[in-house]
């Protein structure tokens, strides 16, 4: 099998590409913590690999630097996919920049690109129907969305179910199996892009955050709220969900607090195909801690419920043409399924009841998020919103709308002037003039 040459110092990072690798281009990996190590490793080599991956900086590694200058000597005519956030000078003709190690879709697409494999190439290779997956990969899984199979002891043609669709996998049972022996377990064929992206998007959010530029931690974040969700619906809050949880908010925070600029911030999400559930919790987050910070009532401990509400508020609602539903109406023309429509009519009841098994949950969070859609009870859409709201609630019920209103509209035609005009139109009377005066003051531009 053909080799792809990884540099990558993060062991996360490693796993991705190298699943994905395995996965769509059907090359195998071979991975090297520092520039100097792929050095060593290409001096040595029979067959030089068919490109090399690494993003342009290791610790105080210039990573990308020390490669190009030992290929630019040698003998060696190898492309190098470069991975960094900010525009590249003196890159060679033959390579390519990707700026977000987490845009696995284009990292995949870049290297094929440069080293001649076509979707017609794949398409046409011709795939075993038990399909070998390295079982290391399998550490990184909490649950299954496909059956699992291993190699019958007595008869190795034969394959049997060894974990089943939607089982929760225990760690200790994958090394009990390396410890048998096994260094393969296998998946149907046609279900080893679905087992891709589930081990691909659990490695992700076990990342260290810390390490990852604003685009890195965007496409983070979202992943990690689209797996809680899947999670919380499973089986609701578990330790790892918890934790799972925690770090979202943290990340959510810290966007919102070093993103001052609205129109910045929806293009770094657009930049990487975030969902709308996740530029949703990202935007009602910056927003209404925009208005808690100017309003008189506004302290730490009001903003810590925000944020909380804001990221948990939609958790249930597992699709992004759902969370887009904000009024009866829209939710008829989306003519959902009986089942569909009760999770998106419930969503907000459903989301405060899950709360309640959160420990230290915030003082009266459940409350913000029952009441998001206006409604007291937290089933439906109301046509205007309660009048027994607190402030906190009656901001975020402000701010989701205007995060809507922005959210509708193409980045390139975002008119702050006129989404104010909307909000003011829906929200007319005076006890909302405060929180859209605020918001008028948070500049697009």
Same mark, same amino acid.
């Given at each position: 099998m053909n080799t792809i040459l990884i540099i990558e110092?993060?062991?996360?990072?490693?796993?991705?590409?190298?699943?994905?690798?395995?996965?769509?281009?059907?090359?195998?990996?071979?991975?090297?913590?520092?520039?100097?190590?792929?050095i060593k490793y290409l001096e040595e080599v029979e067959t030089p690999p068919l490109a090399i991956i690494t993003r342009k900086d290791h610790k105080s590694e210039q990573t990308y630097e020390t490669i190009k200058k030992f290929l630019n000597k040698s003998k060696f005519d190898i492309p190098i996919v470069v991975i960094h956030p900010k525009k590249m000078e003196g890159l060679r003709k033959k390579d390519k920049q990707v700026k977000n190690c987490l845009d696995?879709?284009?990292?995949?697409?870049?290297?094929?690109?440069?080293?001649?494999?076509?979707?017609?190439?794949?398409?046409?290779?011709?795939?075993?129907?038990?399909?070998?997956?390295?079982?290391?990969?399998?550490?990184?899984?909490?649950?299954?969305?496909?059956?699992?199979?291993?190699?019958?002891?007595?008869?190795?043609e034969k394959y049997i179910v060894k974990f089943s669709s939607g089982e929760k996998l225990d760690s200790?049972?994958?090394?009990?199996?390396?410890?048998?022996?096994?260094?393969?377990?296998?998946?149907?064929?046609?279900?080893?892009?679905?087992?891709?992206?589930?081990?691909s998007e659990e490695i992700i959010v076990k990342l260290d955050a810390g390490e990852l530029s604003t685009e890195e931690k965007l496409v983070y974040s979202d992943k990690m709220l689209g797996s809680l969700g899947k999670n919380l619906l499973r089986q609701g809050f578990d330790p790892q969900s918890i934790i799972q949880a925690k770090n979202l908010m943290d990340q959510v925070k810290k966007v919102s607090a070093k993103e001052g600029k609205l129109r910045k911030l929806l293009?770094?999400?657009? !930049?990487?195909?975030?969902?709308?559930?996740?530029?949703?919790?990202?935007?009602?987050?910056?927003?209404?801690?925009?208005?808690?910070?100017k309003s008189d009532w506004g302290n730490d401990t009001q903003e810590e419920k925000f944020i909380f509400a804001a990221t948990m508020h939609d958790i249930?609602?597992?699709?992004? !043409?759902?969370?887009?539903?904000?009024?009866?109406?829209?939710?008829?023309?989306?003519?959902?399924?009986?089942?569909?429509?009760?999770?998106?009519?419930?969503?907000?009841?459903?989301?405060?009841n899950l709360i309640q098994d959160f420990p230290k949950a915030p003082m009266g969070v459940e409350n913000i998020i029952l009441k998001h859609h206006g409604a007291i009870n937290g089933k439906g859409f109301a046509d205007y919103p309660s009048t027994n709201l607190t402030p906190?609630?009656?901001?975020?019920?402000?701010?989701?709308?205007?995060?809507?209103?922005?959210?509708?509209?193409?980045?390139?035609?975002?008119?702050?002037?006129?989404?104010?005009?909307?909000?003011?139109?829906?929200?007319p009377t005076s006890r909302f003039k405060k929180i859209t005066e605020i918001l008028a003051l948070v500049k697009i531009d």
């Open positions: 110092s993060n062991p996360h990072l490693e796993a991705i590409w190298t699943l994905n690798l395995r996965i769509y281009m059907h090359v195998e990996a071979v991975c090297k913590q520092l520039g100097e190590f792929g696995l879709n284009t990292i995949m697409k870049s290297t094929s690109k440069l080293v001649g494999i076509t979707a017609v190439d794949m398409a046409s290779k011709v795939v075993e129907n038990y399909y070998p997956i390295p079982i290391n990969f399998f550490k990184n899984l909490s649950y299954l969305v496909c059956p699992i199979y291993i190699n019958d002891i007595d008869d190795p200790e049972a994958i090394s009990k199996l390396i410890e048998d022996g096994y260094s393969n377990l296998y998946v149907l064929k046609f279900d080893r892009l679905r087992i891709t992206n589930s081990i293009n770094s999400m657009l !930049s990487n195909d975030a969902s709308y559930r996740f530029k949703h919790v990202q935007l009602i987050t910056l927003l209404g801690l925009k208005v808690i910070g249930t609602l597992t699709k992004d !043409s759902w969370a887009k539903i904000h009024s009866i109406k829209e939710l008829d023309n989306a003519k959902l399924s009986e089942k569909d429509r009760n999770r998106v009519l419930n969503h907000a009841n459903d989301a405060a906190l609630e009656l901001t975020f019920y402000v701010v989701e709308e205007y995060a809507r209103i922005i959210l509708s509209r193409p980045i390139k035609d975002l008119d702050q002037e006129s989404a104010i005009k909307e909000l003011e139109e829906k929200f």
